[in-house]
């Protein structure tokens, strides 16, 4: 199975940007579909952005369509997440998560009950 470490997160102004980083060890990275997932104080948890396998597929909660995007490089078993344009309501814990699609590169999973493994998460504040 995989595991799956986070870096990036930070304390930023509105309107600056980061790159979140997970890198994946002890899973073939290159079968697993990726998401990043967050979570505030108080809500639920969002899938903010997923991705398919292969990288072919990608899909964005309306919120940050347009400032965030999610990359990977299964070379280097690392998933990133670049967020431009913060604010304050990106606030929020961001965990990367995986979720195990074999050779299958339909799978872009957009709800986070469908992923089986997940980071630690890192910590994203911004500041108005």
């Known amino acids: 199975q995989v595991q799956l470490v986070e870096s990036g997160g930070g304390l930023v102004q509105a309107g600056d940007s980061l790159r979140l980083s997970c890198a994946a060890s002890?899973?073939?990275?290159?079968?697993?579909?990726v998401g990043w997932v967050r979570q505030a104080p108080g809500k639920e948890q969002q899938v903010v952005a997923a991705m398919s396998r292969s990288g072919g597929k990608t899909d964005y909660v309306d919120s940050v369509q347009g400032r965030c995007t999610i990359s990977r490089d299964n070379d280097q078993n690392t998933v990133y997440l670049q967020m431009n344009s913060l604010i304050p309501e990106d606030t929020a814990v961001y965990s990367c998560?995986?979720?195990?699609?074999?050779?299958?590169?339909?799978?872009?999973?957009?709800?986070?009950?469908?992923?089986?493994?997940w980071g630690q998460g890192t910590q994203v504040t911004v500041s108005s």
């Open positions: 002890g899973g073939t990275f290159s079968t697993y579909a």
């Open positions: 998560a995986a979720r195990f699609v074999g050779i299958s590169d339909a799978y872009v999973s957009t709800r986070s009950f469908e992923f089986q493994y």
